[in-house]
């Protein structure tokens, strides 16, 4: 009778228990839908990302939105080294080209993620006139000076402003002063980037500067995106549109010759979207001297001011980038310096064509061109744009 009892009184405590826990689960859950209602539209996480060979600490940034875009920032250079986006079936990959860490970065150079200036693309001879008087750059592309020179924004550790959150999107907003005659540009620089992720799967880029000398500027971002998030495989299976008439024809030390040529009847001409192998190993000069595509394109309706400018989709994954800038120019480079040296962080190496970039800028060597828009900032003036990559799948 004893042992029925203890079974009884067992039996009901092990009910009551259950019943505690299903009631726990309940309001559990309760708690995580009525937190998910609430959750921010973009988390942002903060980390150490390892120290320079100089002794600087570096940070990382990753900012999630709910749709499940993610985008890992570091401080220096700016670099974004991971964007993970899905493809049509939902999954999630890495799409941008990167390092697995700062070492790697520090060591090679094809601008992996980076943020470029104080001039991004080649100035001709390394000088450039300004108001009479004449300015000698770093030379760091044969005689000329290409994305800044020998220590650009891409190698250098940006400062934190701060993150922020709102109703739709998270912002990291970055910044760096460069000193008068840093690498041969005159005038204090004062630039901030924010990037800022938002609601609707797009990445925004607001560039801001200001000077206390007349100079010449043109910052970029200097992604390598391969759609198809397997960095094993070319590029050239990527459909793309550019919306430009024309492209800036360049010498054979890829200089701009000072010609605006049109893209009728060239393969230059991806105003109808098309495939990258459609044209990228045509018999044409201006494809041999780039060694593949590595041109500026000139964007047509430069007087709308921030506007959808190109396109590019990769039919095996379904996923699809679109780009809005209010510049004038985009720098449509196939990865063509990539030559198998560089490690990849799943062991294998970035072979030639494994990303492309869509560098939304001024002109190349704009300040030794008179007929090409100014990239001149007084100190008077703001130096504000912004550039949206947008994504999704199809
Ligand atoms: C730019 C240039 C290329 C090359 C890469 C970096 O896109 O146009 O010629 O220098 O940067 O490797």
């Known amino acids: 009778m004893s042992s029925s009892k203890i079974n009884s009184s067992t039996m009901f405590f092990f009910i009551i228990l259950m019943l505690n826990f299903g009631c726990k689960e309940v309001v559990e859950n309760d708690k995580k839908t009525e937190n998910k209602e609430m959750e921010d539209p973009v988390s942002i996480v903060e980390s150490n990302y390892g120290t320079t060979a100089n002794g600087e600490k570096v940070k990382q940034f990753t900012l999630q939105n709910q749709g499940g875009i993610q985008v890992s920032i570091i401080t220096y250079g700016g670099r974004i080294t991971s964007l993970k986006t899905a493809d049509k079936e939902g999954t999630y990959k890495n799409i941008v080209l990167g390092f697995e860490n700062l070492e790697q970065y520090e060591k090679s150079n094809p601008y992996f993620g980076a943020l470029v200036g104080r001039y991004g693309n080649r100035i001709s001879k390394g000088k450039f006139n300004l108001n009479g008087t004449e300015y000698i750059l770093a030379k760091n592309n044969g005689e000329n ?26 912002s990291l907003k970055l910044s760096y002063l460069s000193k008068d005659m840093e690498e041969g540009f005159p005038g204090n620089l004062t630039t901030f980037v924010t990037y800022t992720l938002k609601k609707d799967n797009s990445l925004d880029v607001l560039y801001e500067a200001t000077t206390d000398k007349t100079t010449v500027i043109n910052l970029t971002q200097h992604s390598y995106f391969n759609l198809s998030g397997d960095f094993s495989q070319s590029i050239v299976d990527h459909k793309v549109e550019i919306n430009a008439d024309a492209f800036v024809k360049v010498d054979s030390r890829l200089i701009p010759t000072g010609e605006l040529a049109s893209v009728e009847s060239t393969p230059f001409d991806f105003r109808k979207t098309r495939l990258i192998s459609d044209g990228i190993n045509a018999e044409n000069e201006q494809i041999e001297l780039g060694g593949g595509y590595d041109h500026c394109w000139v964007l047509n309706h430069p007087e709308k001011g921030y506007r959808s400018v190109a396109k590019a989709y990769h039919s095996g994954s379904g996923r699809y980038m679109e780009v809005l800038t209010d510049k004038p120019g985009m720098q449509f480079y196939t990865g063509n310096f990539l030559n198998g040296t560089l490690p990849a962080p799943n ?11 869509f560098e939304t800028q001024f002109f190349p060597d704009s300040p030794n061109q008179p007929n090409f828009p100014s990239a001149t900032l007084k100190p008077e003036d703001t130096y504000t744009t912004k550039t949206t990559f947008k994504f999704s799948a199809e």
């Open 145 to 170: 000076n290409l994305h800044g020179g020998i220590k650009g924004f891409d190698k250098v550790v940006w400062k934190v402003e701060g993150t922020t959150i709102s109703d739709s999107e998270g």
């Open 347 to 357: 062991g294998g190496v970035y072979s030639k064509r494994s990303g492309f970039c």
